[in-house]
């Protein structure tokens, strides 16, 4: 074989590694890990035409995988930095609202009531950015990215399984965020959130409505969302069914599902120049501050970067002058 054959060879190798666990398993609950999800009608499906679904592409596999592995080092860490971690044996199930989900693990140290006080753990690992953002609860609270709302839900439905099983109120739980860069980790608490428990509820009873009345939520119009679902080829209309799309709309999201591929593969770049783009616009903001407010706007207007050689602009954007 020439170089550029085992080069070729390598490739499928690795695809072939990636893929070989995926196996699409029967869903018979409702995952606290999916509840948070953005489509209801994406809920039903996963609970009625499960076996339907897409199987992942080979570059989602290897975040999950990565995914794996960062928590086990999360764990390893926090054992060497004193804390006890108790695994989470069994699946929490609750038969009313067939909600169920497996925790991470559970967490004490020696200083929380001699190591009996223990907590339940969710471990996530996140780019840099992402780790430096989020600070306390509500920020999972944002609409983007939707996984974190996900997150967010599913840690509550933790606290909600943990407290039906103990027949007390659990009142928090914690996420353990893990830097991918740098393997720094954050602990951050969440109280139990009524409201949000109460649209857990009020999905799960939604969701087995639709499953015994054989019909469908409505279909959710955030295409970013739906280019990536594993039910968007049983779901959205045919491009040339004309149901309800004309051949012009047909085109345009034909053309917005593709650059959607496209930016896929440079979605996580992407987030992280955003994050970085909105660190350095507070870092200046807070830097050049005085600087605006003393009236050397000459000065500035020289020393910043070309783009940004419009003082007003700038200063309408940084301070919404
Ligand atoms: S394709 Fe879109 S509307 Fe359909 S189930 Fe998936 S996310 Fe929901």
């Given amino acids: 074989m020439n170089p550029k054959e085992l080069v070729e060879q390598f490739t499928q190798l690795q695809e072939k590694f990636y893929t070989r666990d995926v196996k699409i398993s029967p869903v018979h609950t409702n995952r606290a890990s999916e509840i ?13 035409r499960w076996q339907d679904q897409l199987p992942p592409p080979p570059k989602l596999l290897q975040v999950y995988r990565a995914g794996r592995e960062q928590e086990e080092l999360a764990k390893t860490q926090l054992r060497e930095m004193g804390y006890i971690i ?17 925790i991470d693990c559970f967490i004490s140290h020696p200083s929380w009531d001699n190591g009996r006080q223990f907590y339940a753990v969710e471990i996530k690992s996140v780019d840099r950015f992402t780790f430096e953002k989020v600070k306390n609860a509500n920020d999972f609270l944002a609409d983007k990215p939707y996984f974190f709302r996900k997150w967010y839900y599913q840690i509550q439905s933790y606290l909600y399984l943990v407290s039906q099983q103990k027949q007390e109120f659990e009142d928090f739980a914690f996420f353990v965020l ?18 949000a428990i109460e649209d ?4 799960c009873a939604l969701i087995l409505k639709h499953i015994t009345e054989k019909t469908l939520p409505e279909r959710i119009t955030d295409l970013s969302i739906c280019a990536t679902c594993p039910f968007r080829h049983i779901c959205l209309p045919p491009l040339d069914s004309g149901q309800g799309l004309d051949a012009e709309i047909d085109e345009e999201i034909l053309n917005a599902v593709k650059r959607l591929h496209e930016l896929e593969t440079q979605l996580e770049e992407f987030e992280e120049l955003q994050a970085e783009y909105d660190q350095l616009k507070e870092f200046l903001k807070e830097r050049l501050k005085p600087k605006f407010e003393a009236g050397s706007l000459e000065i500035l207007a020289v020393s910043i970067p070309h783009r940004f050689n419009s003082h007003v602009h700038f200063n309408k954007r940084c301070f919404g002058k």
């Fill in 86 to 102: 108790k695994e989470s044996i069994y699946n929490f199930h609750d038969p009313q609202l067939q909600l169920s989900g497996s």
């Fill in 178 to 195: 893990r830097n991918k860069n740098n393997t720094e980790l954050k602990l951050i608490d969440v109280t139990i959130d009524y409201d």
């Fill in 36 to 48: 948070g999800h953005p489509c209801l009608r994406y809920l039903v499906y996963l609970r009625t």
């Fill in 200 to 203: 857990i509820m009020r999905r």
